[in-house]
């Protein structure tokens, strides 16, 4: 489940094993006591899954600065002369994978799995932090907290609702 607080509202969402559906819900926190309120379910992908997840002329690169910290640069083209985003990746050793990052959406899949092909394979790695420099200048810092292993059961109605806002979540 990935928790997101988005004006001061925090939503649930889980997918489907076979990535075709997200759920999304409401998460209501009194104390220790967290509630899902189950609000809609979305298609995604729509059977569209390419091999290469873009089709723009971008590259990217990976360097490793060390055992538990990546550089990906992405280039606005082959040639590697203007950089679009140059974010730092950084990894801590965990008890199950979670190799998930957002350095720019059309390259994403592509980079989590040639960094997912650098990383010993027999340790498991969660991305803790994640640092972006974007060209026009702009810096933005994600830490990752809280990700953890748990055992929780939420029920998904049979009939599913669609969403009745363009957005994904609207209380």
């Known amino acids: 489940m990935f928790l ?9 969402i889980i997918y489907s094993k076979d990535l075709k559906v997200k ?23 729509k059977g569209y899954n390419p091999e290469n997840s873009y089709k723009r002329n971008e590259v990217f690169q990976i360097k490793k600065l060390d055992s538990l910290k990546y550089e990906f640069i992405v ?36 980079a989590e799995k040639q960094l997912r092909g650098m990383l010993d394979p027999n340790k498991k790695f969660i991305v803790k932090s994640v640092e972006y420099k974007y060209n026009s ?12 292993k748990v055992d929780l059961t939420i029920e998904v109605p049979e009939v599913l609702k669609e969403p009745e806002h363009w957005s994904d979540f609207k209380d």
Do not use: C
């Open 4 to 12: 997101e607080d988005e004006k001061n509202k925090i939503i649930g």
């Open 23 to 45: 759920h999304v819900f409401k998460v209501n926190k009194l104390k220790s006591n967290i509630s899902f309120i189950y609000k809609y379910s979305r298609k995604i992908n």
């Open 75 to 110: 280039y606005k083209n082959p040639s590697r002369k203007k950089k679009i985003i140059d974010a730092t990746v950084n990894l801590e050793i965990g008890d199950f994978d979670y190799i998930n990052f957002g350095i720019d959406h059309i390259i994403t899949r592509d």
């Open 137 to 148: 200048n702009v810096s933005k810092f994600n830490i990752l907290e809280g990700i953890q």
